[in-house]
């Protein structure tokens, strides 16, 4: 039987994108699983004057969209659950009105007084909520309060360290769930069961065994109607200082005392502290940046909508992170990403050791040398590992070939794996931060990605410089060629 947890969940920016295409149809699932039982209730809340009808009406819709196959009667009981209050949250005058309802519905429900404020708006309105949160009163004395909040979290070390001190104005760390959608994701979480369940896989994971690591978050789409906001980010900042910097502390951290939120946070944290900052000349030797150009089909990311003509924003990065500690001194982590690749999809190749001595590679059969293991983890669209190794090829002579053990997830198995934000919105319920980013983690990954951004910043790039559809810039390539290796994915493949 699920374990039900009881909470008020308050929506900021209730009438958003995100509300609505995510977090209310994954609490839905959460609801149908029983994770919620019957002691909750949501308030929507944003500046437009809907009503409680007509916010129930969309939270259906957008069930409906999401599920076509959603049980509609469980959904009407559900979105009974739901009211909608019209607010502007720079008026503090507003949040008495708040008050009044939370603390009305907190009876209603029976929820104990435990409840869970998700900002689903703007960043620059964070550490404004979270402060009239407390002055006005809307933290409750008797249960948990729980503060959720979407990305990005600043937009260098100096903005989120303001906004670390607005948000500890009024909610302690272990209040405080910093939302990385990517550390929902069936397969990054996976990365630990791989790692420490199984005695081969932590016994040569270190520098002595694996080569380098790979990690390739591609994506096929160009940047949408997003330019407002991703033409004063680019890829750095939109997702290397965020999920490329978590993926890879997972994979570099040292085994945890025991697997939770505490023992891992402070495992990651240790392994960031060890990831080398770079000087401006050495940022500049091992990272690299691109910007799409158009191909038969597809404009040039400078003729998107809402992109200025001049941009020299980043819509592909590529570099090169190393680790200054005992496991990892002399492996370099690869990272890419970018948009307008040649496919969507995520994942992570662990390249091993050829072996010291190829004994096969006798006078006849010298073109035919070893392949290396490769350890991949599919991320998405596919779930699953794949492990490459050498095995001789059947029939007369002694030749090798490179071999690959496979497991991806089934449909089944695939359809029973929550979505990212149904799993975060569980952990929130359960009040787990293990796949939340602690602020020591942000602040390493910003001061790490600081020095990149602010090069770049100084420096005029020769945009654009990688077809739509490709694998990115040659610089991208280059990068490892230098060090005599190559992408493990390439488009040839
Ligand atoms: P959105 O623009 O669709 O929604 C913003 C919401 O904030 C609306 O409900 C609006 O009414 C409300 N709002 C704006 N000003 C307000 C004010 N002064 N007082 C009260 N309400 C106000 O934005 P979104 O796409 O839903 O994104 C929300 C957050 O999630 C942002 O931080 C964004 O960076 C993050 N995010 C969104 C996505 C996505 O897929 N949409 C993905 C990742 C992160």
Same mark, same amino acid.
């Given at each position: ?150 990305? =990005? ?9 303001? !906004?670390?001190? /607005? ?44 080569? $380098? ?16 906001? %991703? ?19 997972? !994979? ?33 030797? $091992? ?67 050829? =072996? ?24 998405? =669209? ?10 001789? &090829? ?14 991806? /997830? ?6 029973? &794996?929550?979505? =990212? ?22 602040? %390493? ?43 493990? %994915?390439?488009?040839?493949?």
């Amino acid at each position: 039987m699920a374990t039900e947890y009881s909470s008020l969940f308050t929506f900021f920016g209730g009438t958003g994108d995100l509300a609505k295409r995510k977090l209310y149809p994954s609490l839905f699932k959460l609801y149908v699983r029983g994770n919620l039982g019957e002691h909750f209730a949501v308030l929507g809340t944003a500046r437009d004057s809907w009503t409680d009808d007509k916010f129930r009406e969309v939270v259906t819709q957008s069930i409906k969209d999401d599920q076509p196959d959603a049980d509609m009667h469980a959904a009407e009981i559900f979105v009974s659950h739901f009211y909608y209050i019209a607010h502007d949250v720079t008026d503090k005058a507003h949040y008495a009105v708040m008050k009044d309802l939370v603390e009305k519905l907190d009876k209603q429900y029976s929820i104990n007084g435990n409840r869970i404020f998700y900002l689903s708006m703007a960043p620059r309105f964070f550490g404004e909520v979270a402060l009239n949160l407390k002055s006005e009163g809307l933290l409750s004395d008797d249960g948990s309060n729980r503060l959720v909040i979407e990305k =990005p979290f600043g937009t260098d070390f100096s903005t989120a360290e303001t !906004l670390n001190k /607005q948000l500890s104005g009024a909610f302690d760390e272990t209040q405080i769930y910093r939302i990385d959608h990517y550390l929902g994701k069936e397969m990054v979480q996976n990365i630990q069961a791989l790692r420490f369940g199984n005695t081969f896989v932590e016994s040569l994971w270190n520098n002595r065994y694996i080569d $380098n690591v790979q990690v390739t978050l591609s994506e096929k789409l160009g940047v949408e109607d997003r330019a407002g906001y %991703y033409d004063t980010a680019g890829a750095l900042r939109d997702m290397v200082q965020n999920h490329i910097m978590q993926i890879v502390s997972q !994979l570099a951290m040292e085994q945890p005392v025991s697997f939770t939120d505490a023992d891992v946070r402070v495992e990651k944290i240790k392994a960031l502290r060890s990831l080398r900052v770079y000087s401006p000349a050495e940022a500049a030797k $091992n990272f690299i940046r691109g910007q799409y150009g158009a191909n038969d089909t597809e404009p040039a990311y400078r003729d998107e909508p809402n992109v200025p003509k001049d941009s020299h924003n980043d819509t592909f990065v590529a570099g090169k992170l190393l680790f200054d500690n005992y496991r990892w001194s002399g492996v370099p982590f690869y990272v890419r990403t970018g948009k307008r690749l040649a496919d969507k999809f995520t994942r992570i190749d662990v390249v091993f050791k050829k =072996p010291l001595i190829d004994i096969f590679a006798f006078p006849q059969n010298r073109d035919n040398s070893l392949a290396p293991n490769v350890l991949t983890i599919y991320v998405e =669209p596919n779930s699953g590992f794949s492990l490459q190794l050498n095995a001789k &090829t059947a029939g007369q002579g002694f030749e090798t070939e490179p071999i690959h053990l496979d497991f991806q /997830q089934d449909v089944a198995q695939k359809e029973e &794996t929550p979505e =990212p934000y149904e799993r975060l919105l569980h952990d929130t319920l359960k009040g787990d931060q293990t796949n939340f980013a602690s602020w020591d983690e942000v602040s %390493y990954a910003w001061k790490f990605v600081d020095v990149i951004q602010k090069l770049w910043d100084s420096e005029t790039p020769d945009f654009p410089n990688y077809i739509s559809g490709s694998m990115g810039p040659a610089a991208s390539d280059e990068l490892l060629q230098r060090d005599h290796r190559a992408w493990v %994915y390439r488009l040839n493949r």
